[in-house]
């Protein structure tokens, strides 16, 4: 899986450290998403992260616009500022961050964003945290009302589309990521209002502490990205 030997793979020794590798769709640092996937590690996990849009300035990050709501993907650059960017500019630059990674050696690469992405160049192995959350309210909510909590109310269209399946009813509101609590448990509270069985906080920069925030006024079990995603890669790396 670490792609660090193309003569096939190696063997696993399970006494020798494991590296984790994390693609954001934004900029290195990300040391909140980092710090959570490494709290789910096992001990001594080493934790390297790149991002997509690293070595871009702030003014060509800029010149990434989405064109419309279907390409648009929500993301924090380093020094925190939260962006709309297109995803096809992210599409085209990850196969580089992914090779990037195998060449620091890692074991598991995990992409820290839960939209719906193509086939990408180096994508062998790796972990998708939409294809996790997705399996995991398939598995838990086979049919009834998914309400989905996202980050920008122009993505609802494209976002509601992801999570169709038969026998299943999709509502949805909108909750930036950076919001603080007010914010949060009153997008919960209209998100109650539509009476979802389930939830899914489908963004990547929503924390435990946005969870705390919302699942009170919801009053049903919400499922967050980066901890689920981070329980799975645990077992992949023990």
């Known amino acids: 899986m670490s792609g ?18 994390i693609i954001t769709i934004g ?21 390297v992260l790149r991002g ?5 300035s702030d003014a060509e990050v800029d010149t990434l616009r989405p064109e419309n709501g279907a390409d ?26 992914f090779a990037k990674l195998r060449a620091d ?13 193509p086939p990408l160049a ?6 998708f ?6 399996g995991l309210a398939t598995g838990l909510l086979p049919r009834g009302r998914l309400g989905i909590l996202i980050p920008l109310a122009e993505q609802t269209g494209k976002l509601a589309s992801k999570w169709a399946r038969p026998g299943l009813e999709i509502v949805a509101e909108a909750l930036a990521p950076s919001a ?31 969870k705390e925030w919302v699942k009170g006024p919801l009053g049903v079990p919400a499922l967050l990205a980066i901890t689920a995603t981070g329980r799975v890669l645990r077992e992949m790396l023990e």
């Open 4 to 21: 660090r030997d193309a003569r096939g793979p190696q063997e696993y020794d399970p006494a020798m450290p494991r590296t984790l590798g």
């Open 52 to 56: 997509a849009l690293d070595g871009l």
């Open 105 to 117: 050696g890692c074991d598991v690469l995990v992409y820290a964003c839960t939209g719906d992405f």
């Open 180 to 210: 603080g609590a007010q914010e949060a448990e009153a997008a919960a509270r209209r998100l109650a209002d539509h009476k979802p069985d389930l939830v899914a906080m489908d963004c990547m920069s929503y924390t435990p502490t946005t």
């Open 72 to 97: 648009t993907l929500y993301t924090r650059l380093r020094g925190g500022r939260d962006v709309k960017i297109s995803k096809k500019a992210v599409i085209a630059r990850s196969p580089a961050a």
């Open 129 to 134: 945290p939409s294809r996790v959350l997705n």
């Open 27 to 47: 900029q290195a640092p990300r040391d909140d998403i980092a710090s959570l996937f490494a709290m789910h590690a096992p001990t001594g996990t080493k934790v």
């Open 122 to 127: 180096g994508d062998e192995g790796v972990v």
